[in-house]
């Protein structure tokens, strides 16, 4: 297991939200957080592998929700490796997240669109 400094070896990592703020990172051309993410001082990311723990905890049942995957080499320093649940390091980045990093995004109908990314 890599140490909090070191970054483990991933390009993708993935971001849960809700339409209207994912409407609103696109006409700014950036997305700044969540209320949660604003509160923290960071915006939450998960992995693959963790997506589906971020989702049952804290959208499971929730309507409107986005899915994004974002190249996490494009965001540079910005982008810390921190313990989290469990004590397993989960991507924080420390300012707005450009969406000329995100590769995709999609509506986050079921469940198994999460669970598809660890499979």
Same mark, same amino acid.
């Given at each position: 297991?890599?140490?909090p400094?070191?970054?483990?070896?991933?390009? @993708?990592? +993935?971001?849960?939200?809700?339409?209207?703020?994912?409407?609103?990172?696109?006409?700014?051309?950036?997305?700044r957080?969540?209320?949660?993410?604003?509160?923290?001082?960071?915006?939450?990311?998960? @992995?693959?592998?963790? @997506?589906?723990? @971020? +989702?049952?905890?804290?959208?499971?049942?929730?309507?409107?929700?986005?899915?994004?995957?974002?190249?996490?080499?494009?965001?540079?320093?910005?982008?810390?490796?921190?313990?989290?649940?469990?004590?397993?390091?989960?991507?924080?980045?420390?300012?707005?997240?450009?969406?000329?990093?995100?590769?995709?995004?999609?509506?986050?109908?079921?469940?198994?669109?999460?669970?598809?990314?660890?499979?």
């Amino acid at each position: 297991m890599p140490m909090p400094w070191q970054k483990p070896v991933m390009a @993708t990592i +993935y971001k849960i939200l809700f339409a209207n703020e994912w409407r609103e990172a696109k006409s700014e051309g950036r997305y700044r957080g969540s209320p949660d993410d604003k509160r923290d001082g960071f915006i939450h990311f998960s @992995t693959a592998e963790q @997506t589906l723990g @971020t +989702y049952e905890k804290y959208f499971s049942g929730r309507p409107d929700l986005m899915l994004a995957a974002i190249d996490a080499d494009a965001l540079g320093d910005a982008l810390k490796w921190e313990p989290s649940r469990g004590g397993a390091l989960f991507p924080h980045l420390y300012g707005d997240l450009p969406l000329s990093a995100v590769r995709w995004s999609r509506v986050l109908v079921s469940i198994d669109d999460v669970k598809q990314l660890a499979s």
